[in-house]
């Protein structure tokens, strides 16, 4: 019987992994096409019917292309920065709550910090072992933000976790049965969703690919493969924060259709934002996360904290 539910994981892993690319294919689609739209012009619609084919043909051109491998580059550290940055943007997916509970995690938020944490180090020996000066600089400050809005993100989480008092996800469906915790706590998700994209690189907080001065940041050094795998982990990422925001203020009811039209509208605000800010100073990305979110995140944990004691002392 085990091993019956080990090959039905597996074989789970497997469809959720392959459909999660291919939501990352249309993603970049949807994008494309959006900004097409915000900036007055058509977006992709030569490749097929409006364009849609048009992931599939980028995907072929780019792992078709020649690989070019700098001569002074860490060759190993090169080579599988970008495939272990894939691996643990899609080993993320493996927390996220199932109807038929596929790995059901009752510390699910806590593998959800520690594989997002490691991401940081893919983008560093990425950076690093390029050894180039323009990457190695993309990629500190790409650490550096990253870090700095892991801490404010993290305390939000743990407001929300305060409130369900359980480190399942799919306790936060059963307590949004009635009413959206977006409501109780509006600037809170607020703040989620702004240090969310600063986590995933976004606009306006996409400072590892300052182009004026970085040309394009950590993977300036990569081509072919080795971009479209940094690229995939990328909006792999994002569509995994999009289906974490909906799941932690929008009802995250996975029995019905509706979550995954929630899912897309959050992966739109993406980039929405994209289209329509410019990008921030530095020295106010780092204001902004340690002398305005943290402060308020702090506040608002003991505030949450507060009111769960002063429910317990009711009840007792």
């Known amino acids: ?11 789970s892993s497997i469809i959720l992994i392959v459909c999660v690319l291919i939501g990352v294919a249309f993603l970049t689609l949807l994008e494309r096409k959006v900004l097409g739209y915000i900036q007055i012009r058509k977006g992709p619609n030569k490749v097929g019917m409006m364009g849609i084919p048009q992931p599939f043909s980028d995907a072929i051109k780019l792992f078709t292309k020649e690989s070019i491998m700098p001569m002074m580059s860490n060759f190993n550290m090169y080579y599988m920065s970008p495939i272990f940055n894939l691996v643990l ?3 993320l ?8 509970l596929l790995f059901n995690f009752n510390l699910g938020v806590l593998f959800f910090l520690c594989v997002s944490s490691l991401s940081v180090y893919t983008i560093m020996i990425a950076g690093w072992s390029s050894n180039s000066n323009y990457s190695l600089l993309g990629g500190m400050r790409s650490v550096a933000q990253t870090i700095s809005y892991e801490v404010s993100l ?3 989480l743990l407001s929300f976790l305060f409130m369900i008092m359980s480190l399942n996800f799919n306790f936060l469906m059963i307590y949004q049965c009635y009413l959206w915790l977006i409501f109780l706590m509006f600037p809170l998700c607020m703040i989620w969703f702004v240090s969310s994209l600063a986590e995933t690189n976004r606009t306006p907080f ?3 690919e300052g182009e004026s001065e970085l040309v394009s940041g950590f993977n300036v050094e990569y081509s072919s493969g080795g971009f479209a795998l940094i690229f995939l982990a990328e909006y792999s990422s994002i569509l995994f924060m999009s289906m974490l925001c ?9 029995y019905s259709f509706i979550f995954f039209i929630k899912l897309g509208f959050m992966a739109f605000l993406w980039i929405w ?10 020295d106010k990305l780092m204001y902004l996360a340690w002398k305005s979110f943290l ?20 009840i007792l």
């Not at 019987?1 to 074989?11: A, E, P, Q, S, T």
């Not at 934002?273 to 530095?282: D, E, N, S």
């Not at 402060?295 to 009711?314: C, D, I």
């Open 206 to 208: 996409d400072f590892a």
């Open 154 to 156: 993290s305390i939000i």
């Open 93 to 100: 997916w493996m927390c996220m709550p199932f109807i038929s």
């Open 89 to 91: 943007s899609l080993f």
């Open 295 to 314: 402060p308020v995140s702090l506040n608002y944990l003991f505030f949450f904290l507060g009111l769960k004691f002063l429910y317990f002392s009711l």
């Open 1 to 11: 019987m085990f091993y019956k539910d080990l090959v039905m994981m597996m074989i």
């Open 273 to 282: 934002v994209r289209g329509t800010l410019p990008r921030f100073r530095y």
């Open 246 to 254: 909906s799941l932690l203020f929008l009802g995250g009811n996975l």
